[in-house]
């Protein structure tokens, strides 16, 4: 253990890099693989509800793609205190709401099964 006092200030400062810096890597990837997924070809069937939550959370997590590089700038134009924090907030549960979003979307996508029926064989999905 060094005898150094830690700064308060550079403990949050470097904190608060590594926490954005962690949410562009998760937000980018979630991103880009649920794009992928979704929009490539043999991407599942959405109802039009799973679809509005699809949109939503592509939206948060671009909000919080966006908040994160915001947290980065603030801290670069030495206005990281009030604003960095706020923005990190914000990327934080923004991240958060638009994670859980795309977890239920993916969730219910998978909750098909087959029916046999007279018709034939149909999908139904458990909602």
């Known amino acids: 253990m060094s005898g150094d006092p830690i700064d308060v200030r550079d ?4 904190r608060m890099t590594s926490l954005a810096r962690a949410l ?18 043999g991407g599942p069937e959405l109802l039009p509800s799973e679809t509005q939550l699809l949109r939503i959370s592509w939206w948060t997590l671009l909000g919080s793609l966006a908040a994160s590089t915001g947290v980065l700038a603030a801290m670069l134009l030495r206005r990281w205190r009030a604003l960095g924090i706020a923005l990190g907030i914000v990327a ?12 239920a979307v993916s969730a219910s996508a998978l909750g098909v099964y087959t ?4 018709a034939g064989t149909t999908l139904r999905r458990h909602i």
């Open 92 to 103: 934080f549960l923004s991240f958060l709401a638009g994670f859980a979003l795309l977890v």
């Open 115 to 118: 029916d046999d029926d007279a």
């Open 24 to 41: 562009l890597v998760l937000d980018g990837a979630a991103l880009a693989i649920s794009i992928s997924l979704f929009l490539g070809s």
């Open 11 to 14: 403990d949050l400062k470097q």
